[in-house]
């Protein structure tokens, strides 16, 4: 039976302890209770959970529901409320606006088709000696670090730097401007730990970037910054500053944070099943397969919200034009409807051709840009890794991992490993190469 959508008396909060601390747990309750439920974030209005895998990957892929509300009649101010939530000041929101993921239609893929040059298979892959490089020297320094026999923390060490400065050559942030993202990812990334920071981290942020921007005009590189700088110049309707901006502030950001936290997961994971992690030591090829695997069940709890052009339904409830629904990841690519035993660890399990099958780099026109390079990233480093440390074991007892709360994403604080220290392995050695 179908019934009309209304609010429910207590919302589930997504930024919740308990969902921060045991996501799997938390949003399988979530998505064994209902298709669909009532949620809240940052005191913003009620939104539509979506929880299972059919009807996610149907807001993922249906044109019906859009991403950016100013398209559909009576949406909700959501965009609005947080960022009065955050006091963002009026001349700063529009470079907050995520405009990859925050518009529709003809203007995204024009956006889309300039950043999207970046990322083509064949730069991806050109780029792959670079990322052994960066992989083997992190992981040198570990070795040096790891002789005294102290803890490492892998997230600042290695998740955390080896993404990030592989995104930040791609765009063109020279390594001397780079110290301060840091800052500005995580203020931003963890608003209600940091709100009185905002404001200020904002500013800085945004004229830092034009002050970039301005640079690339009279020293062009060959960089994404200098290709989106010749666009406009070629075109002046093309790109404007604050969407050149808001551009490279989205790619430095969200380039970075998924494949951190998915190596960081991925890591714990592979840890928790140390058979897998057998097999792929004795079978290195089936790496890219696992990396798939591992992002099933990695970081990504939720997209970016959508909006329907028109009243829809989802898992038996007619939900009205305009309403704010958010596909939760996590859910849907652990939903038992979908994937046999799905919270274990199978990397031997067929995602599909190009791992089309599992959620966590989204769907449809919004799909994520920089999958590629995340998925080899996440290969490289990974097999790196475990070849060069195979006795690497945690240093805490597992329940004292710590969990950030960061909007949308399974985020660890510190990972703390111990490490043995073994003879130096070169990326041929470890069949990196192919």
């Known amino acids: 039976m179908t019934v009309t959508a209304g609010t429910t008396a207590d919302p589930v909060e997504l930024l919740s302890p308990e969902l921060v601390a045991d996501p799997f747990a938390g949003y399988a309750r979530l998505r064994e209770q209902a298709p669909t439920l009532t949620g809240a ?5 009620p939104m539509w959970l979506v929880t299972r895998y059919d009807d996610v990957r149907r807001v993922l892929t249906d044109p019906r529901f859009l991403n950016n509300p100013a398209s559909v009649p009576n949406a909700p101010a959501v965009r609005t409320t947080i960022m009065k939530q955050l006091n963002i000041p009026s001349d700063l929101v529009d470079y907050l606006d995520d405009k990859l993921m925050q518009i529709d239609g003809d203007h995204h893929r024009r956006l889309r088709g300039l950043v999207s040059r970046a990322f083509t298979a064949r730069r991806v892959a050109a780029l792959r000696p670079r ?20 803890p490492v923390d892998l997230m600042e060490s290695f998740c955390y730097p080896l993404p990030f400065t592989v995104i930040c050559e791609m765009v063109g942030i020279d390594e001397a401007d780079r110290e301060p993202w840091y800052e500005w990812g995580n203020c931003l990334g963890s608003p209600t730990e940091h709100r009185e920071r905002i404001p200020t981290v904002m500013r800085e942020c945004v004229d830092h970037m034009l002050e970039v921007i301005a640079r690339r005009r ?9 290709a989106l700088v010749q666009a406009q110049e070629d075109n002046g309707d093309r790109l404007t500053d604050q969407e050149m901006v808001t551009l490279v502030f989205t790619l430095v950001i969200t380039g970075h944070e998924t494949t951190t936290q998915l190596l960081a997961t991925a890591v714990l994971t592979l840890l928790d099943n140390p058979g897998q992690l057998a097999l792929l030591r004795d079978e290195p090829a089936r790496w890219p397969q696992a990396v798939h695997e591992l992002m099933r069940l990695g970081p990504t709890q939720w997209g970016m919200p959508r909006y329907p052009s028109e009243d829809v339904e989802l898992g038996g409830t007619t939900i009205p034009a305009g309403a704010t629904i958010l596909p939760l990841i996590l859910p849907a690519n652990t939903d038992p409807r979908r994937f046999e035993d799905p919270e274990r660890l199978d990397i031997g399990r067929d995602h ?11 769907r449809g026109a919004h ?7 995340a998925l080899q990233e996440a290969e490289v480093a990974l097999h790196a890794l475990f070849a060069r440390f195979p006795d690497l074991a945690l240093a805490v007892e597992r329940e004292q991992i710590s969990w950030v709360l960061r909007p949308g994403v399974t985020r660890c604080e510190r990972l703390p490993l111990r490490l043995v220290p073994p003879s130096r392995i070169t990326p041929t050695q470890t069949g990196l190469h192919r």
């Open 131 to 150: 990322v052994e490089k960066i992989t083997a020297e992190l992981l040198d320094r570990l070795a040096a670090r790891a002789r005294d026999g102290k």
């Open 352 to 362: 599909g051709s190009g791992g089309q099958d599992h959620l966590g780099f989204g």
């Open 41 to 45: 974030m940052l005191g913003g209005p």
């Open 367 to 373: 799909y994520c840009l920089g999958r590629p390079l």
């Open 218 to 226: 009279t020293d062009p590189r060959d960089d994404l910054i200098t």
